[in-house]
């Protein structure tokens, strides 16, 4: 069965595991899962919040991504789940390193 992605009334999500990456793009957001990308007027701000920070982080004013999803870093690019290599912002590389690590080590 292939997954599929649905808002509820209440705009929350269901199935978030599969969600790789979120990518703002002008007025919309690109959702991305395996195979599928999707497009949502809804902000990455929203998503985050709809989301929630344990799963989900900022790397870019324009990306969010699943850090379940990541498999390493490499000087300013992350590479996720499906060979998607996304760019690191300067400001937010320290919140991603500590997550990235506590991650693994649970």
Do not use: C
Not at 5 to 22: A, G, M
Not at 48 to 61: A, E, N, T, W, Y
Not at 68 to 73: A, D, G, Q
């Amino acid at each position: 069965m292939e997954p599929q992605i649905s808002l509820n009334e209440n705009r929350s999500l269901e199935s978030r595991e599969i969600f790789i990456k979120f990518k703002s793009d002008a007025d919309y957001s690109e959702i991305v899962i395996p195979g599928k990308k999707y497009l949502s007027f809804e902000s990455l701000r929203d998503w985050l919040h709809q989301s929630g920070p344990s799963q989900f982080v900022r790397i870019h004013k324009s990306y969010i991504i699943n850090i379940r999803k990541t498999e390493r870093m490499a000087g300013n690019q992350i590479y996720l789940q499906g060979d998607i290599v996304i760019p690191i912002g300067r400001t937010f590389k320290d919140d991603f390193m500590k997550r990235f690590i506590s991650r693994n080590h649970q």
